[in-house]
Structure formats: structure tokens, C-alpha cells
């Protein structure tokens, strides 16, 4: 009897073709900055879920989240708020949100306060800050007296629903100008098939006046995306799998390892550092000198868990509770710096842990165990076509504005201007990724990409003899330090 | 190989037909050249062959098609694979982008259909033989030249052996050196007893082809010898600027087809004049 695959395994050869894009498309917006006061990081899965229906989109924002992770992996913990939002923007154009820019507009605030639902509470429950500049508002929120969760939860509701709002009319001017033809080709083509065609007054052209405003300043070289730093160590060499093992075991440590403990009477209470974290922190460093990627650990963790830690302590400690302290003139709180710390903590090790993953696997690798375990293989080529697809559309981005700078497209700030500015460049871009995901559609149908749910590899993951070895030792410390902690 | 009655395939989105009426047989080891101009209806007609339309191209197909047997339309994927094969203009685009080695590029469509990994190696490997690619075995595909993409694009195809070989435009993006490449490598299949079918809007491209077929708005306008199809059907401006001159008592050659075969009989005109000249 023929196994039936799962719902999303079902979506055909011209919606696997798109998500490379959309999730190339997610990265490349969220490393660009834009003219506008948002990052447009979910413009991507809004397209995907748009033209491909819900199951698209998910899978969109799940893969998109999984890379962006690849440069700072605390991200990973808003990987259910990029499904999410997914899952919404899908749902809504099959109630026909995306027949006119208005209803897109109304479609993408709901889409925001849905995704600021999830959002808040994994902010606050992770410290209560994100490590980017909106910590500023959960900072102002706390300073006006909001708790932490409501501080967060503010902070989202002002931000996502003017994000998503701009995501979803990007994307629906996109399919309004799509040829038919071309919108037909995807699973939703039909559904979208009566979106009114409209002009853009806004981004018609620009007057003689405006030609002589700034221009924008071509793109510099196009990012590197991955951390992998190729070498030939036992830990490189080991399976991804035991890798996996100890990131694993470092996200379940933040449940269970305390890292300060109070001691002393009610009148003299005292927090003392406990050992658990800085003897992990500094074991896996040690790894990371011994295999030949500490520089490369240290720099990953200077620019993502670090500002995090600052700001999760900062605003704790500043805006906490219990017994306070004075310093730099500031009275901080010992008890909600104390947690915080420990928070900080366990974030820093799931990033060290996720470096030594990254620092020394390449995706492909990655992939191939994940596949080898059996995680479908349209889905590890979502994830490695976007890989290979974010550095052309990068410079295909550039290539766009540096045309668009040719024609005197008008820069400057505000948000109607930001998006005449935007726009023109936004739009081609979008178009061009569509046209391509649509040729690719049709060479990935002809070469039985959509034949069966399973697929012979080339070549199996090579296992080292210590790999069993190694990660019953993983195992045991992490066990070792929960018996010790709690007895 | 291919016998085709009153096939029509109109597009979704579309109320006229991109494909009108096309009647077609084409026997083993053929090698046809269609040509037409753009929006023609050639990628239509090869995708309509292929199985790809209306199964991706949403559309409605009318009429009957039976490629070696089978309806490609209707047929199971790896079955349609083995029978027809379909080489894309962008060859880039055909590439999966995701296979490190052009080895593995190569047989990653015998995965899909589920061959054993020991299958993949050897029939890579040969096919590699046979195609003289042992020099980019080993290279990533896309940091390969637009010809030797459009060569491993074609092996990738190859590799399951389809009876029927269906180009569309794929010298479109290559230089001078490189189209000569592929299509001496079509016609070569053709002789090795595939079936081929090479579309273009270049007479230059099926130089060579033993059939033409002119399409024009959906309709096969020609179909037969390319003499009588470049001739009658779509003259280059050389055949035209012979016909003009031949009605003028001034061309005692043969029409050329080719900007070559124009050049050499100028050529030789004028050599005839330089030596009447006193």
C-alpha cells in the first residue's frame, strides 16, 4: 500500500520551486537595510503563503528562520513566530485579503497582532529583550511602569502590525502587476486570478524635481551566509548529529541549571555565583581554541549573545524588583539582575553550542544527516537552494538599485518617501525571483523532483569510529551537572 | 516515436489557443528542427510533449498524443522521465543548484526516482565517459561556463536515456563555440537513435536537421525538407537577397540557407566577375 505523505509534502513542483526564493528572499531583506522604518524580514513567507497557500508559507518562515539563525542563533527562538506568520497570511488570501491593498493592508495588522501574540511571550520569557534596537521601547515601556510581559507584548503590538502591513501591500502590488500567466502557475493562481490590477501612483516615475535629490549608495559586496570554517578536528569531523546532541542538551539546560543561589538570612540576603554556566561557557570555548575556531566562536558571540545579555540585564536590573543597590547612579535590582543573568547565561550557551554546530558543518552536511534521519528531502533542498540563492539575489538587488540610482529614483527620509524609494527596487526584485522560481518549476517537474516523498542520496554521512562515544559523554555531563545541581 | 492528432493546449488564464491543431509524426532516430518566432507556440508545443502541460502549465489539452506508447500527460513521472527528456534555454536554471559536484548534478534525477546509489555512480560515470566531461567531474556546476552548464544540463537528461530528446532554444544563451558543441552533440544523439526535436528561432541553430517544422501562432505552417522550409517558409535575408536577385537574372547559384552558404557563392561571384573584368 502506497504511504500517504504528510499535507505539506503535497504541494506541487511550482510551490517547491518558490520557497528557495521566498526564503531567500526573507534573508536577503533582513540583512538589507531598508529606507523604511521596518525590516520586512517576513516579505518572503508573505509571497510564499500568498501564492503557495498556508502550508508554503509555514514552511517558508520555518526554513528562512533556520538560516537567519546561521548568523546569530538566538533568532532560532522566533522560529513559531515565522511559522506563524505563515500559516495567517495563507489563510487570509484564501478569505480574499489580497484583492486590493486596502484588504492586504487590514490583513497584514492582523497578521502582526497574531505574530505579536507569540512574539511578546517569548521576549519576556527570554529575558524580556530581543538584542536589537527595539529593546529601546521595551526599555521605555518598563520605565512607564508596564511589567516585563506587558512591556514586551507593547513593544510587538507597536512594531509587527506596521511591519506585516507593509509586507502584505508589497506583496499584493506584486501580484497585481504579475502577469496572469505567470500567477496561474502557482497553486493559489486561481484564487488570485480576480485581483484588481491598479496603478501605482507612487512609484510612477519620478519628477524632474526629485532627480536632483540624493541617490542611494550602491550596495557593498554581497554577505556571506554560514559560519562553516572547514578543518579536519575530531570535532569536525564528528556527526552533525552529535553536534545537534549538544545543542540539545544546552537548550534543555536553561529548565533546570541555576546559576546564582541566595543565601543568608532575611535581613542580609546575598547572591552568589553558582559554577554551572561559566564552567560550561568556558569548557566549550577551550573545545573551540583546541579545534581551531575560538577566534571565530568569540566574534559570533561578541555580536549576537552579548548586546542580548547587555540588554536582558539592563533592563532587568534597572526596572526589576526586591533589594536594590546603587550604581552609576542607577538603582539596580539584585534579585531581577540575578535572574536575568542566569537567563543571559543560558542564551550564551545555546549560541556557543550552536557555533560549534555551524563553525564547524556545512549546511549540506547538515542537510544530509537530517535526511539520512529522515526529514524529507524537498525540504533540505528548500533549505540549500535558498542557501545558494541569497548571494546572486543580493547582487541582483544591488545590480536593481544601482539601476534605479541611473534613473534618479528620489531617496530620502519619511515613510511615503521611503516607499517611493523602495519600491521600484523592491518590485523588479520580486518579480524577478518569481519569473526564475517559475522556470525552475518546470525544470524541477521534468527532472522527478515531485516522483516520490523519498530519494536516493549520492553519498551517505560518514560516521567516525568515537562519534557513540562522544556523545555519551555529552550525555553524562549534562546529567551529571541536573544530579548535582539539585541534591 | 511521436504521433500527435489535432493537439491544441490552451492556457488558464488565456481564451485563445497557444497550440492549434498540431498533427505530427516523427519516427526513431529523427532529428527535427522547429523553428518559429517568439510566441510562436514552440516552448508550448515542447512542454505539451514533455508532460509538463498541462500537469504544471495549467491549461486544457485537447486532441491525442502518444510517445512511445504513452500519453506523457498521463503517464507516472518516472516512466514520462524515461521516454522523454526535456533541455531548458537556461541552463542554469535546470541546474539544481544544490548538488556540489557536476557528478552528482548529474545523476540527480536517478535519485528521485528512487535508482539504487550503486546505479547512480556507474551510470554517471559512464555517461561522463561518454560525453568527454571527466575534466569537470569534480567542479561545482555553477561555476562552470554557460556551455559546459548547458552540456551537463543535457547529460543530467541523458542519463536516464529517454527515447525522445526535446531541446528548447538551449543555444540561446551560449556563445558561437559552445552552440556548435551542443548541437553537434544533438545531432549525434540523433544518430545514436534518439529522437530529437530542437527548437529555435535561428535557422543557423538546425543547420543540419534532416526535417524542419515552421510554426507560426500556434500552427505548424511548414513541415518537411529544410530547403523547402527555408526557402519558402522564413528566408533569412541572404535567401531573400537571392531570391531578389535571382528574379533579376543574378544569382546562378542555389538559394542559400545559411549566412555561410550566401558568403561562399558571393564569393565565388565575385571571383567570376574579377576574371571576366579586362
Redesign the interface.
Known sequence: MRRKSAAFLRL???AWALL?FAVALNVVMGLTASPLPVHLDSLGTCLAAALAGPWAGMIAGAVGNAISALQNPIWLRYFPVAVLIGALVGLLTRCRMMSSAFLAGIAGVLVGIGSACIAAPITAWSGGASGGGTDFIIAAFRQAGYSRMAACFAESLLVDPADKMVSCIAVYFLLAIMP??M???FPN??LL?KIRLVRMPFISGSSQHESHGERHEVAAGCQKIGLYVPGSSFWHRATPGTKLLLLLCSAISLFFLPGWARIGSAQHLGWYPLPYYPALLSGLFALALCIGVGAELGRLLLATALPLSVAIIAINGIWGYGDTINWNGLSWSISSACQASTIAMGLTLVAESAGLLLLTTSV?DICAYLEHLGLSPRLT?TI??AM??IPSMQRRAAEIREAQSARALPAGRGFIRGLRTFLPTLIPLLMSAIA?AH?????L????????P???????PKVPAYDSSLQLLIALVFLFLAVTAHS | MIHAEGLSFTYATQSEPALSGIGLRVSAGEAVGIIGCDGSGKSTLLQVLAGLAPRLVKGSRQGSLCIAGLDPAKAETAARMRTVGLVFSDPASQLTGVCPTVEEEIAWSLGNIGESRQAMHRKAEDLIGRLHLEHIRFRTPHTLSSGQQQLVAIASVLILKPKVLLFDEPATRLDAASRRAVADLAKQLAREGHTVLWSSSSLEDVDGFSRWIYLERGQILYDGAPRHVGGQAWPAPWTRLAQAAKEAGKWPGPMPLREADAAEELRKMSAAARQLSP
Not at chain 1, 445 to 452: L, P, V
Open positions: 506541487d513542483a511550482a528557495p496572469a500567466k500567477r496561474a502557475a493562481g486561481q486570478q549540506g533542498y540549500q537552494a545558494n540563492l526564475d522556470e525552475k518549476a518546470l525544470t517537474e521534468a527532472r522527478g523532483f515531485a516522483a516520490c523519498s530519494r536516493t542520496r549520492w553519498s551517505t
